[in-house]
């Protein structure tokens, strides 16, 4: 029984490789094969309007994608491409955490800001995610530090 089923697992595996070869995102297609296909631009997969950090293109340099958010796994330049790249104001720093460190989306300033819909958010990037998520292009810097009451 146990022959069986390693045997299915393997054949699963394989057909699943086989189908990730044909899927469109560029950076998987690296990923896996090690390198960049051509870049067909009507082969990318849509990119949401409103992505929460911002666009950014994907591992091969082909396909936009939504970039990561603050506290998401993301790559270090010399790792390779399995996570994405970080968004607008954001870097991709080593954090230490639950035994290993992991790079993550940082945000470049650490000070609080107020927007301009009166509430205090943790950071600048926080404030502009917030504006992308609600789709509200008005929603700006009104200054650094906490909004006062």
């Known amino acids: 029984m146990f022959g069986s089923r390693a045997l299915l697992t393997f054949f699963?595996?394989?057909h699943s490789i086989g189908q990730a070869r044909r899927l469109p995102w560029k950076g998987w297609a690296k990923h896996?094969?090690?390198k960049c296909p051509q870049c067909q631009e009507e082969r990318c997969p849509p990119v949401p309007q409103w992505c929460p950090s911002g666009r950014v293109l994907d591992a091969c340099g082909c396909c936009w994608e939504c970039a990561n958010v603050e506290g998401q796994l993301c790559d270090m330049a010399w790792q390779g491409h399995t996570f994405g790249a970080?968004?607008?104001?954001?870097r991709c720093q080593l954090r230490g955490g639950h035994h290993v460190n992991e790079p993550q989306c940082?945000?470049?300033?650490q000070e609080s800001v107020c927007g301009t819909d009166r509430r205090t958010y943790r950071n600048v990037c926080r404030m502009q995610e917030a504006?992308?998520?609600r789709r509200r292009a008005q929603l700006t810097l009104?200054?650094?530090g906490p909004c006062k009451e």
């Open 142 to 144: 009104a200054h650094v």
């Open 106 to 109: 940082v945000c470049s300033s």
């Open 12 to 14: 699963l595996c394989l």
């Open 131 to 133: 504006a992308r998520t």
């Open 86 to 90: 970080c968004g607008e104001g954001l």
């Open 32 to 34: 896996i094969e090690g």
